[in-house]
């Protein structure tokens, strides 16, 4: 399977976790975020980036996950009504669900609903899973927001 991160493009050389607080994890805790497609890739990367830096030199990373690694998958239907809003309290109860997925590392990669569009996915990969070492880069492509897309 394939999924997508899109980064600036100084950070693309290899798949790097910052270790900052996001929905499903929380500071300190080292996750890599990717998307199921290009398209929601680049729609994280507006809201997440509020618009700001978008004409900088960004690439799209093409990362291959092998069909035998083992996945786990968190289900719209198990999440609580308002999930998907952003701020701190809906955050901790991701960041909760994140953290134990985390602890457990029964699997390198949790899939998630995206906040954005809920019918699509995002992956995370538990960069100390013994099988994160098989997740690769296989392309990166050059990545540029459409103008339209105004920085705040």
Not at 40 to 53: F, I, K, M, S
Request: with cysteine; hydrophobic share 40%.
């Amino acid at each position: 399977m394939q999924v997508y991160r899109i980064s600036l493009a100084k950070w693309t050389n290899k798949l790097n976790a910052s270790g900052n607080k996001a929905r499903w994890s929380k500071k300190g805790s080292y996750v890599i975020y990717t998307a199921s497609t290009r398209a929601l890739a680049c729609l994280e990367n507006v809201v997440h980036r509020a618009g700001e830096g978008l004409q900088q030199a960004f690439k799209v990373m093409v990362i291959d996950i092998p069909d035998d690694i083992l996945m786990e998958e968190i289900l719209l239907k198990n999440l609580e009504s308002g999930w998907n809003k952003s701020d701190d309290s809906t955050y901790e109860i991701c960041q909760a669900i994140g953290e134990d997925w985390l602890e457990r590392a029964e699997s390198a990669i949790l899939k998630v609903p995206s906040s954005i569009i809920q019918k699509e996915s995002n992956y995370l990969f538990n960069i100390s899973h013994p099988d994160f070492k098989r997740i690769k880069i296989i392309d990166l492509e050059d990545f540029e927001f459409d103008l339209r897309i105004k920085e705040n």
